[in-house]
């Protein structure tokens, strides 16, 4: 009984597979389709200081993130301790998915009054900005 259960969830399973590949075409048995759209946008920054060199310990609270100098929220936050880079993803405010203008981006850091005192002045360097247009190619 378990034998013949487990076949018809297979044949269904590839069924509901086969029937979701877009204008009926054959997929291979290689290739995944998605579907998923994602307007999130990425940036990666660096936070230099003299005193201490990069800086590592930051959380997402330590950044504001600008576009367009309008403040935005941010969704995706990771530090990557090989490159020294935080990545940084959020949903802009306004849909810009079919302009084709720079967008500028702006990251600043909120130390608080401690790391201030032990970091001192901070350079953030990275990414600036980003076409919104690229963001939709497939």
Known sequence: ?????????????VFSVEA?????????DDEMVCGLHSD????????????AGYIKD??????????????QSIEFFLFDEQ????????YPEI???FDQKWRKVEIKVNLSKEKKREYGEVTVSGTNGYYPSLLNQN
């Open 83 to 90: 490159t020294n880079r935080y990545s940084i993803g959020y």
């Open 40 to 51: 999130l946008v990425n940036i990666e920054v660096s936070v230099w200081s003299e005193r």
């Open 58 to 71: 930051l959380t997402e609270k330590d950044f504001i993130v600008y576009e367009e100098k309008t403040a």
């Open 1 to 13: 009984m378990k034998t013949i259960l487990f076949v018809l969830l297979i044949g269904a399973a």
């Open 95 to 97: 849909d810009f998915s």
């Open 20 to 28: 979701q590949s877009p204008n009926n075409s054959t997929v291979a």
